[in-house]
């Protein structure tokens, strides 16, 4: 790096003094970054944001006084500055951190657990690059979690049978749309906001694709239930896809279509990086719906979603892709505006809309219309 180059300056926020000592071993040992600060508390972590404007700051969630929620929401809302949350994989934390997206923050890294040096070159060359990619995004100013649905409870089974919108059951093999999401960085809070515009009638089966562990996909799934109408669930193998469900890929493994339109899951290794991988989703998707197929690209670095939009384009089905504006990361979304396999391209508040509009009109049109 040129020597004059300016260097990415990180706050870090741990009420533990040890963890503090790891985290700045690892930031400082990256030339392209220096630590301007710590803060033992949320209290600290607010003021040192306002007095020192980091570029990037690293959030710990259980901290006394001031927890790493309350800080991030008040820093969000007051003078923002990129975060990113360095949580424990456990269900709380999971819980936690998910909440710390919506309210603002760009994204998360999984805290070491007993060995704290065990596995720390692994640890510590992702937390730079989740660090130095937060520190590109220019963040605005947000103030509180989007509003639930009102009045919904937590809602995780499915239908056992895929049924049409009047409710009689349709035959093995029946197709109806079906909706693909692929998302990464940005996702959680981006999909948050776009699942409350779905119907709970929506005549479309929803399939999430998040680039998320396996340890938070759950707890994701429990609270994207209490924000939309829809049913919300993890997806299970060999389950039939049915319209009016939200399905949330397990992070730990790809999801694919079958020719009879159930879930299979695949454990195997990364597909071109990823697992989950949203292209094969969407690519078997294509296969099984062909025209009743839609696919959605959101905010996210690199480019899945790419080739699976490709083939739901091909297969004359639909491809929505959010607007630079209103993404966190554009990476993905330019990926498939580049490739020319898009319909639209639309702001996220504009996308509930343009799938409940699409679907409706699949949903209505003569059947003779598949192939």
Not at 87 to 94: I, K, L
Not at 128 to 140: G, P
Request: net charge neutral; charged share 20%; glycine share 8%.
């Amino acid at each position: 790096m040129n020597a004059a180059a300016k260097k990415i300056r990180v706050l870090l926020v741990d009420d533990s003094s040890f963890m503090r000592k790891v985290l700045q071993g690892i930031v400082s040992a990256d030339p392209q970054m220096e630590v301007v600060g710590q803060a033992k508390d949320g209290n600290e972590a607010v003021a040192m944001a306002q007095a020192l404007k980091p570029d990037v700051i690293t959030m710990d969630i259980n901290m006394p006084h001031l927890d790493g929620l309350q800080a991030t929401e008040q820093i969000m809302s007051q003078s923002p500055r990129p975060i990113v949350i360095v949580s424990s994989e456990t269900r709380e934390g999971a819980a936690s951190t998910l909440v710390a997206l919506e309210l603002g923050a760009i994204d998360f890294i999984s805290k070491p657990s007993s060995g704290i040096d065990l596995d720390m070159n692994s640890v510590g060359a992702e937390l730079n690059r989740k660090l130095k990619m937060a520190a590109k995004v220019h963040v605005v100013r947000t103030a509180a979690r989007p509003k639930t649905a009102a009045g919904t409870a937590h809602r995780s089974t499915a239908p056992t049978a895929a049924t049409d919108s009047s409710g009689s059951t349709l035959a093995e093999g029946s197709r109806f749309p079906v909706v693909v999401i692929a998302a990464s960085t940005g996702g959680p809070a981006a999909v948050m906001r776009l699942a409350p515009g779905l119907p709970k009638d929506l005549p479309a089966a929803v399939v999430l694709v998040q680039h998320m562990p396996a340890s938070f996909t759950s707890q994701y799934a429990i609270q994207l239930a209490n924000a939309t109408e829809m049913a919300v669930k993890e997806a299970a193998a060999n389950e039939a896809l049915a319209p009016g469900v939200f399905y949330v890929c397990p992070g730990s493994h790809h999801l694919r279509v079958s020719p009879k339109g159930r879930v299979v899951l695949d454990s195997g290794a990364r597909i071109s990086g990823y697992r989950p991988c949203a292209d094969v989703a969407m690519e078997t998707a294509a296969a099984w719906a062909g025209p009743l197929a839609t696919g959605v690209v959101l905010t996210g670095m690199g480019n899945d979603g790419s080739r699976g939009a490709k083939a739901i384009y091909s297969a004359a089905g639909t491809v929505l892709v959010q607007d630079e504006t209103t993404s966190v990361i554009f990476g993905m979304p330019a990926e498939v505006i580049k490739s020319g396999f898009v319909t639209q391209v639309l702001p996220l508040e504009q996308i509930a809309a343009a799938i409940e509009k699409r679907v409706r009109q699949l949903a209505s049109a003569p059947q003779a219309v598949l192939p």
